[in-house]
């Protein structure tokens, strides 16, 4: 199975603040790589599909970019509504998940 | 726009086997446009893909979990399920269902619902 590693684990930042999270294949899956959101007690919801295409009705905030191995998500100007766990998801062979990044209020 | 709704029982006992149903509403889903899929999430930790199925009945399951996993479509009923077997607590979970392109990204997810496997 490909394994996916997100960095930073958890990350403390405040409303207005440029966010990047990173996530590392252990092999090239091209841009076989998709973000998603996930709020306490919901459902995950998908943020960037392809590596760097945003999903119909996501905030222009939220961008992703990347190829082969690493890949970044990147929120420009946090707002409260952000504050939320994200996990990346390659499609490349066997679906699998990155371990999350928890994004809390400083 | 496609809603998905899970379910099922709560509570399956070790070494029992879990049944969950995912009914699709607002789309077909013998929709050539997308495949169906199932998701677990032990509390409080990451997401684990399990198994998806296309409307034809083509099924792709995670290696970890293929033997003991069936995902089943009911054209029908617009219904799709999961059935896994020999059950223990570690597969206490929320059990999402969801549906993706055949890129494999998960568009629209049920609310998920929360099997406890104890006796």
Sequence with gaps: DIQMTQSPSSLSASVGDRVTITCRASQSISSY???????PGKAPKLL???????????????????????????????????????YCQQSYSTITFGQGTRLEIK | QLQLQESGPGLVKPSETLSLTCTVSGGSISSSSYYWGWIRQ????????????????????????????????????NQFSLKLS??????????????????????????????????
């Design chain 2, 42 to 77: 032990p509390p409080g930790k990451g997401l684990e893909w399990i198994g998806s199925i296309y409307y034809s009945g083509s099924t792709y399951y995670n290696p970890s979990l293929k033997s003991r996993v069936t995902i089943s479509v009911d054209t029908s009923k």
């Design chain 2, 86 to 119: 020999s059950v223990t607590a570690a597969d206490t979970a929320v059990y999402y269902c969801a549906s993706s392109t055949s890129s494999e990204y998960f568009q629209h997810w049920g609310q998920g619902t929360l099997v406890t496997v104890s006796s």
């Design chain 1, 33 to 39: 790589l998709n973000w998603y959101q996930q709020k």
């Design chain 1, 48 to 86: 960037i599909y392809a590596a760097s295409s945003l999903q119909s009705g996501v905030p222009s905030r939220f961008s992703g970019s990347g190829s082969g191995t690493d890949f970044t998500l990147t929120i420009s100007s946090l707002q409260p509504e952000d504050f939320a766990t994200y």
